[in-house]
């Protein structure tokens, strides 16, 4: 039986990285503070989210969420060869 045909939610890896072509753009929304909110709890405090680069829609979506979510200390693009503006890089404040 493959994961589509079973009814138990797919279990991620949480380890500060979150692939959003994984899933479907409408969720980023509650998605993106859900996945805050597991990473401190875990003890992580610098994210990345990769968005892509497309027409910047998506990316645009996360900063949003980004910029009302009290945890977050900050954000920006990443730099280098690391994603550049498909991915943003996220200091969240400590516990």
Do not use: Y
Not at 75 to 94: C, I, K, Q, Y
């Amino acid at each position: 039986m493959s994961d589509f045909e079973n009814d138990q939610p797919l279990e991620l890896p949480i380890d500060g990285t979150l692939d959003l072509h994984n899933f479907n753009p409408r969720d980023v929304k509650e998605l993106i503070p859900a996945f805050i909110e597991e990473c401190r709890a875990r003890g992580i405090f610098q994210l990345r989210i990769i968005h892509g680069k497309g027409q910047g829609v998506l990316r645009e979506i996360v900063r949003s969420a980004l910029a009302k979510h009290p945890a977050v200390g900050s954000f920006r693009h990443e730099s280098g060869s690391g994603g550049s503006w498909g991915a943003t890089v996220v200091d969240l404040n400590p516990l």
